[in-house]
């Protein structure tokens, strides 16, 4: 169980709802601050949407961590993935739940309510949670990751 308490943004299309209500209530229950961007039923909705509004939550800054969940997990991470500062990873076991915060210091874990057991997702998130980022060498490439969409994004601009 984590000992460190975040403010931690969930959201899910339809096909994640059910996990998401759940993971909500488990992280509460934690002692963690939960904001719950939707969806609140299994009524089908697009996932973008959802992945953006939280991405951008995490990306601002407001929250420390971010939790989405899809049918896949692919489609959430990957619009999470589109916002400035986002790090979001799809996980189904816990070596790549480790790894992604000590190597890639992911900020939003991203999961497969189709693919993946409950208690795998739980034992998952848990050890996301209680992961440190390791520095040195894995803080500059994080770093790098974090500059490329601003530099591309100035790159264009002086070639227009
Ligand atoms: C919805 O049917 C499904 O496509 C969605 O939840 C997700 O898996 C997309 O990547």
């Not at 209530?25 to 009524?43: C, I, K, M, N, Q």
């Not at 589109?82 to 480790?98: D, Q, T």
């Not at 848990?126 to 100035?154: F, I, M, P, S």
């Amino acid at each position: 169980m984590s000992a460190k308490h975040f403010r931690i943004a969930v959201g899910a299309d339809h096909a994640g709802f059910l996990y998401k209500t759940q993971i909500a209530a488990s992280l509460r229950e934690l002692g963690h601050e939960v904001v719950d961007f939707g969806t609140y039923s299994t009524d089908p909705v697009d996932y973008p949407p959802i992945g953006f509004k939280v991405g951008e939550a995490v990306g601002r800054g407001e929250f420390e961590r971010g939790v989405l969940v899809c049918g896949s997990s692919l489609g959430i991470a990957i619009a999470a993935n589109k916002v400035h500062g986002v790090r979001a990873v799809c996980i189904g076991e816990p070596y790549s739940a480790r790894l992604s915060r000590q190597h890639n210091h992911a900020n939003i874990i991203c999961f497969g309510e189709r693919l993946t057991g409950w208690e795998m997702v739980v034992e998952c998130l848990n050890v996301w949670l209680e992961t440190e980022a390791e520095g040195g060498r894995h803080e500059r490439r994080v770093k790098e990751l974090d500059d490329y969409d601003q530099t591309a994004t100035a790159a264009r601009g002086e070639s227009e």
